[in-house]
């Protein structure tokens, strides 16, 4: 059964800087694409970066050269460094995991993970 845990998110001021984690299991982590997701109040969950299984990186407009996702194999943990956060980059942040090495839509993902509060203030 696959589990993803999100942790990592908390309050911070505008400026500043969070590192958000997801750990895997019962799953072929290292293979599969895996991608992060927010999702503001009154709004859509929209993807944020994403990660395939060859290791290639792909970003929203709205964070690039704000965000950084990886993975460490070897923990089977995601992150997602988030720099020069801006308030509207509150929302509930998700951890999310493909079946296949490659990802192009949101149907692409069937695992979540519960989410992980990111606010961001003045």
């Known amino acids: 059964q696959v589990q993803l845990v999100e942790s990592g998110g908390g309050s911070v001021q505008a400026g500043g800087s969070l590192r958000l984690s997801c750990v895997a299991s019962?799953?072929?982590?290292?293979?599969?694409?895996m991608a992060w997701f927010r999702q503001a109040p009154g709004k859509e969950r929209e993807e944020v970066a994403r990660?395939?299984?060859?290791?290639?990186?792909t970003y929203a407009d709205f964070v690039k050269g704000r965000f950084t996702i990886s993975k460490d194999n070897a923990k089977n943990t995601l992150y997602l460094q988030m720099n020069s956060l801006k308030i509207e980059d509150t929302a509930m942040y998700y951890c999310?995991?493909?079946?296949?090495?490659?990802?192009?839509?949101?149907?692409?993902?069937?695992?979540w993970g519960q989410g992980t509060q990111v606010t961001v203030s003045s």
């Open positions: 019962g799953y072929g982590y290292s293979r599969y694409c």
């Open positions: 999310a995991a493909a079946s296949r090495g490659i990802c192009t839509t949101r149907a692409d993902f069937p695992y």
């Open positions: 990660i395939d299984g060859g290791g290639s990186t």
